[in-house]
């Protein structure tokens, strides 16, 4: 039996890891077994510069903190070793770059995700990292609300030029 002062600092750590979850719009679970010292380093750069947390995280105590945050259908893949990495700003980016990661490195694997509150199984992850970034989605969504503008100039200026000759 843990000694009391154990006890509540797991519990005090349950806690804050199910805040996180919370305070997080998503958030993906990896098994990260399998990848080396230099790759893990790599990997934590990359998701630090995307602004996603990312911890590795005992099953029992991640078991709590998933239901403690209302997300229980995350609990049936924690088995074997287990990484989460949440975000609280951008929805896509802790997809974007776990997805990245696990195509180059075969033996690392997403497991599951939640956003918003929903929970996303590994194929949606995935297909979640494909999509562009925010940024992204906003200069597509604006080249196609500048395009009729784009194509009614070059119409007006054919009209002027064909004025000027005749």
Known sequence: ??????LSQKQQYVADL??????????????????????????????REAGVEYTVVKNTMLKLAIKEAGLEGLA???EGTTAIAMSKEDPIAAAKV?????????????????????????????ALGKLPSKDGL???????????VRGMAVALNAIAEQKENA
């Not at 039996?1 to 154990?6: A, C, L, N, Q, R």
């Open 76 to 78: 049936d893949v924690l």
């Open 138 to 148: 906003v200069s597509m969504l604006l080249s196609v609300l500048v395009a009729p």
């Open 98 to 126: 776990l997805g990245e990661f696990a195509e180059k490195n075969k033996q690392f694997t997403i497991k599951a995700g939640f956003m918003d509150g929903e929970i996303m199984d590994a194929d949606k992850v995935v």
């Open 1 to 6: 039996m843990p000694s009391e002062k154990i």
């Open 18 to 47: 199910a805040e996180k979850l919370k305070g997080s719009c998503a958030g993906v679970i990896v098994d990260y077994k399998g990848i080396t010292v230099a790759e893990d380093t790599v990997l934590r750069r990359n998701l």
